[in-house]
């Protein structure tokens, strides 16, 4: 089938509909939906602009004070029953998925799988909300911590992941007895909207069991920079979510740390692999070309700049070659498809920016011409372009988000170490080596500098229930699994006396 015969506004409106969704929503609005798939017409959903969203933060804090004061394990009901929602709806979300983000079918539907693994993470964590008991030096006196609900938690999410990284951050805040309000990408609104339908239903299901949820404790505002702002500057939002640009991150973050919120920030990575001497270069030729050329190289953790040892560079290089030459770009909605669409033609204009100034600086381009304009104009597919560069400058210090993999040779272990860290971002990094003196050095403190450090698997893909996230200009927050939901809650930490002396601690005397 060419992109031509697809009919994806139908599909994404019909998907919408079984949702519940009423078309006014999605299709009588201001900002114009776009496939990237096809580059045809999706709909246009309603927007709000900054005083309805702070009307909807004021909202969501009121009934913040209410969902703070249910148990923590009854919270944790509704995320399992939003699980099961998911689980209901995986193959409809995952399929709106391809067809607004453009990823391939079995991404789709893995984004979706990743938002039904984080509900069962927060279902567990909902009873594990675990804080120490602590040793005083005082005699009849009992030390521990707490952890307590935090306020309205403000959510930024990508087009990139447009449903998952609003779970992660969704079920966390929600266990944790917090409310939430969530922007999304001005590129992928409809996924949200069908996103909340889902979190909807679940709802409902929760209040018909006989629980108790306040109006507001979940709302989607779909609008542009404004509405943004408005979340980052209120004075209600104790915590705001962000993931996109380091840009981005250098605008919201000054601010929340103006009014001395919180922050999680997940911005740019340009992200890195080693290939030493010893590894399998089976292996590592395809978890190279499923992180580099994966989702058309815009995850925030995709491959981006591959350091090759001089003993393995003319075998593997030339595997990879072949294999930029032959994966099949296309459809992301066809099976067989492994590289799909760049999101818009910014995207694409980007990438050849990119690789103009690569070539300015030395390096060999393979790849990165325009394929399928002849079938639609509007989209914009690539073959994934490998590069071959002397050394590691110009567009190679840079996140681009597109499939450009920057090949550079080494000889030595430490120097390859070094290029690992000399960027700005330190987001993933991974190595591919069967000595274990170099996978323990790269995952040691004199190692890769990044928040994930992988051994023979990529750099992108990360399962929910590690913590996610990165150093440097990536911004530092951690979301997802470990004890990232410490973020989302405020510890207090209680001293009892159950004696009836009042010794002062470190051995004060104040005897009035
Ligand atoms: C992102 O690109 O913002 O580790 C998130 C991964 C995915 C999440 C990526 N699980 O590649």
Not at 36 to 65: M, N, R, W, Y
Not at 191 to 204: C, D, P, V, Y
Not at 208 to 220: C, H, I, K, V
Request: proline content about 5%; hydrophobic content about 45%.
């Amino acid at each position: 089938m060419t992109l031509t015969t697809y009919d994806l506004a139908a599909e994404a409106g019909a998907i919408l509909s079984r949702l519940g969704v009423p078309a006014a929503i999605w299709k009588e609005g201001t900002l114009a939906v776009r496939s990237p798939v096809t580059g045809e017409a999706l709909g246009s959903a309603q927007e709000v602009g900054p005083a309805e969203a702070t009307k909807a933060i004021d909202a969501a804090h009121k009934a913040f004070l209410e969902w703070r004061l249910v148990p923590a394990p009854k919270r944790g009901e509704l995320i399992r029953l939003l699980g099961e929602e998911l689980r209901a709806a995986k193959s409809e979300l995952g399929r709106l998925v391809s067809i607004e983000a453009g990823k391939i079918t079995s991404e789709g539907l893995g984004e979706v799988q990743e938002m039904i693994d984080i509900c069962d993470f927060a279902v567990g964590l909902s009873r594990q909300l675990y804080g120490l008991t602590i040793a005083t030096e005082r005699a009849d006196h009992r030390m521990m911590e707490t952890w307590h609900p935090l306020g309205v938690v403000g959510i930024i999410s990508a087009f990139n992941f447009p449903v998952a990284v609003w779970s992660w951050n969704a079920a966390l805040a929600l266990v944790a007895g917090n409310s939430i309000v969530w922007k999304p990408s001005e590129k992928t609104p409809l996924t949200a909207i069908a996103s909340h339908a889902i979190f909807e239903k679940a709802l409902k299901r929760y209040v018909e069991a006989g629980y108790t949820a306040p109006d507001g404790l979940s709302t989607l505002l779909i609008g542009g920079a404004a509405v943004g702002e408005a979340l980052v500057d209120h004075p209600k939002v104790p915590l705001v979510s962000a993931t996109g640009s380091t840009r981005m991150g250098r605008a919201v973050g000054p601010k929340l740390a103006g009014r001395f919120a919180r922050a999680i920030l997940e911005l740019g990575g340009n992200n890195a692999a080693i290939v030493t001497p010893s590894a399998n270069l089976d292996l590592t030729l395809r978890g190279v070309a499923f992180a580099a050329m994966g989702t058309a190289g815009q995850r925030c953790t995709s491959l981006r700049r591959l350091f090759v040892h001089e003993s393995v560079y003319d075998t593997l290089v030339p595997r990879l070659k072949k294999a930029y030459g032959s994966v099949p770009v296309g459809n992301p909605l066809e099976a067989g498809t492994l590289v799909g669409p760049l999101i818009d033609e910014a995207a694409f204009n980007g990438m050849q920016k990119a690789l103009e100034e690569a070539k300015a600086a030395g390096g060999s381009v393979s790849g990165g011409e325009r394929l399928l304009a002849n079938e639609a104009a509007n989209a914009f597919y690539v073959r994934p372009a490998i590069v071959e560069m002397p050394e590691q400058v110009g567009p190679v210090v840079e996140e681009t988000f597109a499939p450009i993999l920057y090949v550079i040779k080494y000889s030595n272990f430490d120097d390859a170490l070094e290029l690992n860290n000399a960027v700005p971002q330190g987001l993933s990094s991974s190595i591919f080596t069967n000595d274990v003196r170099e996978a323990e050095a790269f995952t040691s403190a004199r190692g890769s500098d990044c928040g994930i450090a992988n051994v023979n698997i990529g750099p992108s893909g990360a399962e929910i229930g590690g913590a996610f996230g990165g150093e440097k200009e990536t911004g530092g927050g951690r979301e997802s699994g470990s004890d990232a939901w410490k973020a989302y809650m405020r510890r207090a930490t209680n001293t009892i006396n159950y004696g009836s002396s009042l010794p002062l601690a470190q051995g004060v005397k104040f005897d009035v």
